[in-house]
């Protein structure tokens, strides 16, 4: 149980294009889903976290524009990368926190691989 | 806010020998303090939490001790293995808010 799927697992794109992510758990709700960027050898950064029906809280430097974040149902939540730059190259990935949890784990996406030429 | 350390940044050890890794958190509403195992090109995975009613809990080969006056809790591996080598991080959520330590890359030396 507890599977969170990742969508696309690679994606390339060009400048200047928008290029979405999706994160759904399978078998589980989720009222929060955090979205972590991950550069090589380095740490999950927490971009934002994503609660359902409302608006993402995104954390400090990170633009709330740049990185759209939806989270329209309990099994699913989308991150937005706008107008991509290379800069945004980077591996992200999301997690999920079941909404009946008796334990903190967090449920991990396999990551998205984004590649901005 | 928040501020998770972890140390250090690598370890290197010989088979069989104990890896200890340790972090350090500033919220003292934290109360859950896991840790998190990555494979390269997989996604993290939890391998033990501690809350903060004990102070210490053990599952075969890995424990984890937790010092919540002095906010720190470790990482405790003994006799390594090759597979254990990975990037390991830990976290001291507070309530819905899930920052990670910077990572500790242990390498397994056979």
């Known amino acids: 149980g507890a599977v969170v799927s990742q969508h696309p697992s690679r994606v390339i794109c060009k400048s200047g294009t928008s290029v979405k992510i999706e994160c759904r758990s399978l078998d589980f709700q989720a009222t929060t889903m955090f979205w972590y960027r991950q550069f090589p050898k380095q740490s999950l950064m927490l971009m934002a976290t994503s609660n359902e029906g409302s608006k993402a809280t995104y954390e400090q430097g990170v633009e709330k524009d740049k990185f759209l974040i939806n989270h329209a149902s309990l099994t699913l939540s989308t991150l937005t990368v706008t107008s991509a730059h290379p800069e945004d190259s980077s591996f992200y990935i999301c997690?999920?926190?079941?909404?009946?949890?008796?334990?903190?784990?967090?449920?991990f996406g396999e990551g998205s691989r984004l590649t901005v030429l | 806010g928040e501020n998770v350390e972890q140390h250090p940044s690598t370890l290197s050890v010989q088979e069989g020998d104990s890896a200890v890794i340790k972090c350090t958190y500033s919220?003292?509403?934290?109360?859950?303090f896991p840790w998190y195992k990555q494979e390269l090109g997989k996604r993290p995975q939890l391998i033990i939490d501690i809350r903060s009613n004990v102070g210490e809990k053990k599952d075969q080969r890995i424990a984890v001790t937790l010092n919540k006056t002095a906010k720190h809790f470790s990482l405790h591996i003994t006799e390594t293995q090759p597979e254990d080598s990975a990037v390991y991080f830990c976290a001291a959520p507070p309530a819905y808010k899930y920052i990670f330590g910077t990572g500790t890359r242990l390498k397994v030396l056979a």
């Open positions: 919220d003292s509403a934290s109360n859950y």
């Open positions: 997690s999920a926190w079941p909404l009946f949890a008796n334990t903190g784990e967090l449920f």
